[in-house]
């Protein structure tokens, strides 16, 4: 009869390196509807473009978007509590939907692409005009 050679049980090596990211709560939760990441994407295009018609329509776009996604609690709550602020009317007369969809691009996408966006003594001049 053979004795059978016993072999040494594996353990799990540690691996040394970087640890995975710890997730915030809004992204454990569902992230956003495709829809609202192709608006987005657009709205970059936009940007990148440089033609101001185009960011201030593709802003609108994705404001209308973001208002649907902070509603289903889709957001992170800062950009959530924006959205709501901006809904309210409380940023009326200055350019506070370029800013919002900058600051999605940054919180959703990880965009490191901005608009220039007027200081609010531009936006004066411009409703003065």
Not at 58 to 80: F, K, S, T
Not at 88 to 94: D, K, P, Q
Not at 101 to 128: C, M, P
Request: aromatic letters at 4%; hydrophobic letters at 45%.
């Amino acid at each position: 009869m053979a004795i059978a050679e016993r072999k040494p049980v594996a353990s799990p090596s540690v691996q040394e390196g970087p640890r995975a990211k710890s997730l915030r709560p809004y992204e454990r939760s569902r992230s956003v509807r495709p829809v609202t990441r192709e608006v987005l994407a657009a709205f970059e295009a936009a940007v990148l473009s440089g033609d101001d018609l185009r960011i201030r329509v593709a802003a609108g776009r994705a404001m209308d978007e973001l208002l649907v996604e902070a509603n289903q609690g889709a957001l992170p709550e800062e950009l959530a509590a924006e959205i709501e602020r901006w809904d309210e009317g409380e940023f009326r007369g200055t350019r506070a939907d370029l800013e919002l969809a900058n600051y999605a691009l940054a919180a959703i996408l990880g965009s490191n692409v901005r608009t220039g966006v007027a200081s609010s003594e531009e936006d004066d001049v411009l409703d003065e005009a």
